[in-house]
């Protein structure tokens, strides 16, 4: 395995200063300033009852938060997971933990409890059991999905349409960035997920969508990974990523953003890491692939435009 090792890492040191690498040293582009979902400008906002109704909403996930805010129902939200920066949800009256159980949710007295994993499962089933209405929206179906089904319950079909032409719209201005004849590898690097380990997002992720929609190749998924798994310095060479994501809210855990390609194991052995590739961008917009995701997929987009010009 040593003698494995040492290959694997004299391999990747040749790869980074092989004639693949074509471009200057592209530094750090933060896009982390983007708007955090689209505005709804020529729809009315919500009147009458559903407006003025009492908090009832239970929102399990952060991609159905940030999708109730974007319709205009942020003040409907009875509780939500502690852990989401956006803005518009600072009333939310009540916080859930991620595992929370029947008798702490129906102590709130729900009107509608919806989750966004698979996980929810159990919870929501018992909620159903003693007749608060419930529903999965399950986070890896399409962000156009998710907002319409979410403004379905939430009686806003008209600013849910609204909404999904606004996401469809920016999906239609990015477009790919080639590398010699070649798409993009980009990686997601993160510290949740895993405890305090390193991790990197691969199939199934809300990041995986993103990086496909510009046209991108995830290079976690390209080596067999789903989720967010723990990376080795050998698997991060084997990804042979151009570009890193990473969101603003995880950079204190790297230091700055010159510590990065000395804290995460085997990134500085990458073509990404040789040339300084990253792009920072607010954390659900990676993570959570449903009101911001048009608008995240734009700013991505631009950035390797701007990064491989």
């Given amino acids: 395995m040593a003698m494995i090792r040492t290959m694997l890492l004299c391999f990747?040191?040749?790869?980074?200063?092989?004639?693949?690498?074509?471009?200057?040293?592209?530094?750090?582009?933060?896009?982390?300033?983007?708007?955090p979902y689209p505005a709804l400008a020529g729809v009315a906002e919500p009147t009458g009852t559903h407006a003025q109704a009492d908090p009832?909403?239970?929102?399990?996930?952060?991609?159905?938060?940030e999708i109730a805010v974007a319709l205009g129902a942020a003040d409907r939200i009875l509780?939500?997971?502690?852990?989401?920066?956006?803005?518009?949800?600072?009333?939310?009256?009540?916080?859930?933990?991620?595992?929370?159980?029947?008798?702490?949710?129906?102590?709130?007295?729900?009107?509608?409890?919806?989750?966004?994993?698979?996980?929810?499962?159990?919870?929501?089933?018992?909620?159903a059991a003693v007749g608060v209405e419930t529903d999965l929206i399950d986070r890896t179906i399409p962000a156009v999905e998710k907002v319409r089904r979410l403004a379905g319950h939430l009686?806003?079909?008209e600013r849910g349409e609204a909404l999904t032409a606004a996401i469809e719209a920016d999906y239609a201005e990015a477009s790919p960035v080639l590398r010699d004849g070649r798409p993009l590898r980009i990686v997601h690097i993160s510290k949740q997920g895993a405890g305090t380990n390193f991790t990197a997002g691969g199939a199934e992720t809300a990041v995986h969508n993103l990086?496909?929609?510009?046209?991108?190749l995830n290079a976690a998924a390209e080596i067999g990974r789903d989720r967010y798994r723990p990376v080795t310095p050998e698997g991060m060479i084997l990804m042979?990523?151009?570009v890193v994501l990473i969101s603003e809210k995880e950079l204190p855990a790297f230091g700055n953003l010159e510590g990065i390609w000395d804290a995460y194991p085997g990134l500085s052995l990458?073509?990404?890491?040789?040339?300084?590739?990253?792009?920072?961008?607010?954390?659900?917009?990676?993570?959570?692939?449903?009101?911001?995701?048009?608008?995240?997929?734009?700013?991505?987009?631009?950035?390797?435009?701007?990064?491989?010009?």
């Fill in 155 to 157: 009686g806003l079909a």
């Fill in 79 to 127: 509780a939500r997971p502690a852990d989401i920066e956006l803005p518009g949800i600072e009333g939310t009256r009540h916080q859930v933990r991620e595992w929370a159980g029947v008798e702490g949710v129906l102590a709130l007295r729900p009107k509608l409890v919806i989750g966004s994993s698979v996980t929810n499962r159990r919870l929501l089933d018992g909620l």
């Fill in 240 to 242: 042979k990523p151009d």
């Fill in 211 to 216: 990086i496909l929609r510009v046209g991108a």
């Fill in 12 to 35: 990747a040191s040749l790869m980074a200063a092989g004639p693949m690498i074509t471009t200057a040293m592209a530094g750090a582009i933060d896009v982390s300033n983007a708007a």
């Fill in 56 to 65: 009832g909403l239970v929102l399990l996930g952060a991609d159905l938060v």
């Fill in 270 to 309: 990458t073509p990404a890491g040789r040339e300084k590739n990253l792009v920072v961008m607010r954390d659900l917009h990676v993570r959570a692939d449903a009101a911001s995701s048009g608008i995240a997929t734009k700013a991505l987009s631009q950035a390797l435009h701007e990064m491989f010009p």
